[in-house]
């Protein structure tokens, strides 16, 4: 993947966003404060407005993380924007990233929303879609290129973003609802389901 | 003098529990509100978060109080962000902690002692 594929994911990203930002916003209405949908949509309009031209793909990433950190306004600002740029970082100065270079990216994504968030598995956050996601990208990594580790990790992500609605929430806003957040996506691991499927399909040609 | 900032979803709440702790504390202490989203509406900014740091830094650290949520990772991002190292989030109740670390920081207690009297505010029962 170079930079300019890498851009492309975030131009894609921010297309879901938009386009399911108001699912988004009603799925945080029923156990959050309703705006991720509209907070999720400026931050990554404003990626999309920070990518730099010619850029390798760690830059790109790390670029359009600042953008999200700055512009989002709530929780899912400094998380998903510190995925990016932990990703960026990851990356290094590589013109073109291989299956694994992502795969490790990924991970350190992870690592880095879990030591801002300071959320595990089963806690109803993001870390229930992304954690999936990343452990299924690694283990397609051997024989399958980037398209195909995407697209399993996109398809985890998925079952991990179901498997939050019987949860309880731990952390986050939802966490102060107790018992009645039971029942419901959790928006953040939706949206990470979109981004990630947004990288699965912009590396299929779709 | 170590310098606080106070970081809220709510411009008018940081604005209020600055003040709070600016005249309820004991001396004049610096303290700055970040309070709302860019644009003045619910939310955090990190710039408003660097602003504020940056209006009362005066080289002796920063201590941090964030509401909650975002206000917290906002807080941490910026902590990780920046290059002095004398930034500090105090693990205290907002309106609390404010005051309690005002009074220190007034006293010109240096930052580690600023930090903890906002943190032992936990332990001011009500009831």
């Known amino acids: 993947m170079n930079g300019e594929q890498t851009a492309a994911w975030i131009r894609r990203a921010a297309e879901v966003v938009a386009a399911d930002a108001d699912r988004l916003t009603r799925l945080d209405a029923a156990i959050g404060d309703g705006d991720h949908g509209l907070n999720l949509d400026r931050g990554f309009t404003a990626a999309v407005a920070a990518l730099p031209e010619g850029a390798p793909p760690g830059k790109t990433l790390i670029a359009a993380g600042r953008a999200i950190v700055s512009k989002t306004g709530g929780a899912s600002g400094p998380l998903y924007g510190t995925a990016l740029r932990r990703a960026g970082k990851a990356l290094g100065d590589a013109e073109d990233v291989d299956a694994a270079a992502l795969g490790a990216a990924l991970r350190a994504a992870l690592e880095g929303v879990q030591e801002l968030g300071q959320a595990v598995e089963g806690d109803k956050t993001m870390v229930d879609a992304l954690t999936p996601a990343v452990a299924a990208y690694e283990a397609a990594v051997p024989g399958g290129d980037i398209a195909a580790c995407a697209r399993a990790a996109a398809d985890a992500a998925e079952k991990g973003a179901e498997a939050t609605v019987p949860m309880q929430a731990r952390k986050g806003r939802a966490s102060y609802l107790g018992a009645r957040s039971v029942g419901h996506l959790d928006p953040g691991a939706a949206s990470t389901v979109l981004i990630l499927r947004a990288l699965s399909d912009v590396t299929e040609g779709k | ?127």
């Open chain 2, 1 to 127: 003098m170590v310098g606080i900032v106070v970081i809220s979803h709510s411009r008018t709440l940081a604005e209020g529990v600055a003040e709070l702790a600016r005249t309820l504390g004991v001396g004049k202490a610096r303290v700055e509100p970040a309070g709302g989203a860019a644009d003045g509406g619910l939310g955090t900014s990190i710039e408003l978060v660097e602003r504020a740091v940056a209006a009362v830094d005066e080289g002796d650290g920063v201590v941090l109080l964030a509401d909650l949520g975002s206000s917290v990772l906002t807080a941490k991002l910026f902590i990780e962000d920046d290059e002095s190292g004398t930034v500090v989030l105090a693990d205290a109740p907002l309106v609390e902690g404010a005051v309690a670390a005002a009074s220190m920081a007034a006293a010109e207690m240096d930052l580690a002692t600023v930090v903890a009297a906002a943190e032992d505010a936990y332990s001011h029962r009500k009831v």
